[in-house]
């Protein structure tokens, strides 16, 4: 059996639809949507609203001044008229290319930068859309929890001009909580290992997750595999019994992990 496996798609439609290419099946740990394209400001959502030299001084104030980007964000939907409508509508459209670019059978999970409450709209047979459930693949109990964490204490947002899926870590133990038995887990976000979880080229710890940790100690999985943090400082280390694998940032790599048994 052979599964492959991606993560951080980030709008790479034409990547996506080969990604499945020699499989028995294709695994999707969600980050579907290219919303602000770091490495070609001129692409996802944002660049394609405001241009280049926007999306340049918005990425230049996240990484030098961040207290300086709730305003600078805000002036630009301002600018817009109706913003959420503008970028669900961006979405969609990405949303439409995407789904038709992944073969059959697919297991998706969403990412942060996702909106799940759309994918129902583009559902079609052999693709499968999970989050806080198994499914088997190949004889495999696969495990699937979707979305990112907000920082400890901090609640989960109110919806803004874009929806993306950020969870407290009590609501996505929830959604652990409902796997059992697995032999695979796959989620967005890593689990709670400093290795896994920081950002060599950002210089930053992103949010892994306890819940996650404790099944794979407890459950002792064969493999765990996530993304999120693109530029992992260890991309797969063993945790017990389990392989943990950072799958890559697909956008950047077009190259799936391969899972065999």
């Not at 759309?118 to 693949?137: K, N, Q, T």
């Not at 991309?235 to 950072?246: D, F, G, I, L, S």
Request: aromatic share 10%; proline share 7%; with cysteine.
């Amino acid at each position: 059996m052979r599964v492959h496996v991606v993560s951080d798609v980030h709008g790479n439609a034409e990547a996506l639809a080969r990604a499945g290419d020699g499989a028995d099946a294709l695994v999707v740990l969600g980050d579907l949507i290219d919303f602000v394209d770091y490495h070609d400001h001129g692409g996802g959502i944002l660049g394609s609203l405001f241009g280049a030299e926007t999306v340049s001084e918005f990425a230049r104030l996240r990484r030098e001044r961040p207290a300086e980007l709730p305003a600078f964000a805000r002036a630009l939907w301002g600018s817009v008229g109706d913003a959420a409508q503008i970028v669900e509508e961006a979405v969609r459209e990405q949303y439409a290319r995407l789904f038709a670019a992944m073969s059959a059978p697919t297991y998706a999970t969403p990412g942060n930068v996702d909106t799940p409450d759309l994918w129902p709209e583009f559902s079609r047979d052999g693709v499968h859309m999970l989050d806080g459930e198994v499914a088997e693949i190949g004889g495999l109990r696969f495990g699937f929890v979707g979305g990112a964490l907000l920082p400890p204490g901090v609640p989960a947002r109110r919806p803004g001009v874009f929806r993306p899926y950020l969870r407290t870590e009590d609501d996505f133990a929830a959604g652990i909580a409902r796997l059992s038995d697995v032999d695979v887990v796959c989620t967005h976000v890593p689990p709670d290992v400093p290795e896994l979880t920081y950002d060599a080229v950002a210089r930053r710890f992103e949010y892994g997750s306890p819940s996650l940790l404790d099944l794979i100690v407890k459950q002792q999985p064969r493999w765990a595999v996530f993304g999120h943090v693109h530029q992992p400082l260890t991309p797969r280390m063993r945790v017990a019994y389990t392989e943990c694998a950072n799958v890559g940032h697909f956008q950047r790599t077009g190259r799936p992990y391969v899972l065999r048994w």
